[in-house]
């Protein structure tokens, strides 16, 4: 158990739909990192946030948000989904930029 | 633009062997880490090792070890006295951190599927 938590573990919802994921990091981790990882791939990054300000930015598409609120956790929201949207999601925490990252154990999201 | 490459798919190693994965990145950043990662089969992410760049001394985590050689961009890890539960996916990521510009860049490699066999 890596102490982050993500929710839900399973989503899914159908194309054109929005859905939001959720992280809470590690207690004392500022820093949290989304990724997605479709089947069989690789990971790519998507967008981090530090102690509530956007810090870096990936391969995020428009149709994707992300915010990190003043308790810490943060919120991915994808919107207007389409089938290549289907992949696991993970989100990351660390206590810095440039630390170890602890993965939680992502949500599978399916569009349909 | 930076770069990671890992240039085996997969491999098999008996158990109790050492096996080496390798990885390159490609960068004009001076300041960087580095980081291997494992995803067993139940896809949860866990990090093996990480290194400093601006460390010479090569990082070790029990039976894991990196050769980092910064000249050469290479990053290969090795796991000696493989074990069963070490079969997974290996990924290598590389990580720049802007003080300034607040414009770090996190890049993960497609992996190595590692085959650890009885």
């Known amino acids: 158990d890596s102490g982050v938590t993500q929710t839900p573990k399973h989503l899914i919802t159908a194309t054109g739909q929005r859905v939001t994921l959720r992280c809470s990091p590690r207690?004392?981790?500022?820093?949290v990192y989304w990724y997605q990882q479709s089947l069989d791939q690789g990971l790519q990054f998507l967008i981090q946030?530090?102690?509530?300000?956007?810090?870096a930015k990936g391969n995020i598409l428009e149709r994707f948000s992300a915010q990190q609120f003043p308790d810490l956790h943060s919120e991915l929201n994808l919107s207007s989904l389409e089938l290549g949207d289907s992949a696991l999601y993970f989100c990351?925490?660390?206590?810095?930029?440039?630390?170890?990252?602890?993965f939680g154990p992502g949500t599978r999201l399916t569009v349909t | 633009a930076q770069t990671v490459t890992q240039s085996q798919p997969e491999m098999s190693v008996q158990e109790a062997e050492t096996v080496t994965l390798s990885c390159t990145y490609d960068?004009?950043?001076?300041?960087?880490?580095l980081f291997w990662y494992k995803q067993p089969p139940s896809r949860q992410m866990i990090l093996v090792i990480r290194q400093e760049a601006y460390k010479q001394q090569n990082a070790t985590e029990n039976r894991f070890s990196v050769n980092f050689q910064k000249a050469a961009k290479s990053f290969s890890l090795k796991i000696s006295d493989s074990q069963l539960g070490d079969t997974a996916m290996y990924f290598c990521a590389f990580m720049t951190l802007s003080l300034v510009n607040r414009d770090d860049k996190i890049i993960f490699g497609k992996g190595t599927r590692l085959h650890i066999l009885p």
């Open positions: 207690s004392g981790d500022l820093s």
């Open positions: 960068t004009s950043e001076n300041n960087y880490y």
């Open positions: 946030y530090y102690n509530g300000e956007e810090r």
């Open positions: 990351a925490s660390s206590v810095v930029s440039g630390g170890e990252q602890y």
